[in-house]
């Protein structure tokens, strides 16, 4: 079984600019949820879908946001870029939501300059 | 406020011998727990998890151990060989009305040596 599929692996943008990344999530899973890794603040939850519903969001301001397709394969999308946005970008799949295993993609690594 | 504490940033241990890493918690609605080792330049590869219903887990070389009293949790590799060698992240669920929302520790190193 293919697992979590992300694209593109690598991203470089411009501060003010917007990026959309892509997330394929594992045959059958329903559940996408999108993680930032950076070296100050770890691994923090962004969001997570369900259905095509968005289940929960972490801390993070309006200029993040996400959507799922019928499909489950979701996309989130960052406006106006910072320096700061400037990390791995991690999507996780699972069968369903809550308290269930997540596995992971390989990450899309976005540089703001 | 971290919610969920690696207080070793890394950790060397000899091939063969056990490997502990440790994690504590101080959100007393976490009742699921998750272990990931992460290579540089990969996502996070899921290891093993516990309920919080549980106080032990194992699965091959790994063993989780969960002291829900101490609000602690260890993950046991039992014998550590050098493909063990990477970051180690301990995660936490707040259940099903938090969805799959993971809360993660800062993450351990661990080396193994030959």
């Known amino acids: 079984k293919a697992g979590v599929t992300q694209t593109p692996r690598y991203l470089i943008k411009t501060r003010g600019q917007q990026v959309t990344l892509s997330c394929s999530p594992i045959?059958?899973?329903?559940?996408v949820s999108w993680y930032q890794q950076t070296p100050g603040q770890g691994l923090q939850f962004l969001f997570e879908?369900?259905?095509?519903?968005?289940?929960n969001k972490g801390n993070f301001p309006g200029r993040f946001s996400g959507r799922q397709f019928s499909n489950s394969r979701s996309e989130m999308n960052v406006s106006t870029l910072e320096l700061g946005d400037s990390a791995l970008y991690l999507c996780?799949?699972?069968?369903?939501?809550?308290?269930?295993?997540?596995?992971f993609g390989p990450g899309t690594r976005l540089t703001v300059l | 406020d971290q919610q969920v504490k690696q207080n070793s940033p890394s950790l060397s241990v000899q091939e063969g011998r056990i490997s502990i890493l440790n994690c504590d918690y101080t959100?007393?609605?976490?009742?699921?727990f998750l272990w990931y080792k992460k290579y540089p330049a990969e996502g996070p590869t899921f290891l093993i998890s516990?309920?919080?219903?549980?106080d032990k887990n194992e699965d091959g070389r790994f063993t989780v151990f969960l002291n829900k009293s101490a609000k602690h949790l260890s993950l046991h590799i039992v014998p550590s060989q050098p493909g063990d060698s990477a970051v180690y992240f301990c995660?936490?669920?707040?259940?099903?009305?938090?969805?799959?929302?993971?809360?993660f520790g800062g993450g351990t190193r661990l080396m193994v040596k030959p």
């Open positions: 516990i309920s919080s219903i549980k």
């Open positions: 996780a799949s699972s069968f369903i939501t809550g308290n269930y295993e997540q596995f």
């Open positions: 995660a936490a669920s707040e259940g099903n009305n938090a969805g799959n929302m993971l809360t």
């Open positions: 959100n007393s609605m976490f009742d699921y």
């Open positions: 879908y369900f259905s095509e519903t968005q289940r």
């Open positions: 045959s059958g899973h329903r559940s």
